[in-house]
């Protein structure tokens, strides 16, 4: 074979190494996602609807999950000092997982007025999945513990899933369960590893995929070297 077909053949191997590379991609979807939740609080029941984002970022042999609130819920008839409200929240798991996942957040970080809308901060917890598939992560029940009272806040307009991955278990098991499913744990302060989101997933998918293209080309660029270097030393 002449060394142009042998150069062309690499080319095309490497860019079909390329695509399944790209074709193989995990699945991640992620959206805002409108929650009406029904606040019982100790002066009566109040409601609000907040938009929520949840993400999922790789770390270890598990996932880190992150609750994001873009507008605040319930409120207080007095101002709440800094570090007087504690939240926490749960997340519904579905698809190849069931249970809940406890995210967990630290307290205010500035004094909340009285009847001001309380926003929350990010809420995040570690989830460990026993099942290899896709899973659903979908906001479940809010609890903002201040000044020694505790307000519960649930969706009621059933949202749908904030975010669903495409999981790896440990050892790549396809049985178990977490509270009934995969297992979490509250705010984790181990190291981060590349986001699983959608965005994410493309740009180190890519840059995988140019990888291989770039190994293609120089493997074509040494077979085109020595066969010049083969002739000139007729």
Sequence with gaps: MSYRKRTAA??????????????????????????NYQCKTPIGDKSAVSPIDIKGVRSGSGYRITMSWQ???SSSPVE??????????????????????TVTGPANEAAIPANTPIKIND?????TPKKSGEVTFTAGVLTIKAL???TTCTPTNDPGPSLTLDV??????TTGSAQGGGSGSGSDTGAELPRTGPEDSAVALGTL???????GAA??????????GARAGR
């Design 10 to 35: 690499l080319a095309s191997a490497a860019a079909l190494a390329g695509s399944a590379v790209w074709m193989a991609a995990p699945v991640a979807r992620a959206e805002v996602v409108d929650v």
């Design 71 to 73: 507008k605040g819920v």
């Design 80 to 101: 709440l000092g800094k570090g007087a409200m504690t939240p926490s929240a749960t997340i519904a798991l579905g698809g190849v997982d069931s249970g809940t996942l």
């Design 123 to 127: 809420l995040s917890g570690t989830y």
């Design 148 to 150: 020694g009272t505790t």
């Design 168 to 173: 790896t278990a440990a050892g790549g098991g």
């Design 209 to 215: 995929g140019g990888t291989v293209l770039l190994a």
């Design 219 to 228: 493997g074509a660029l040494w077979l085109t070297r020595r066969h010049q």
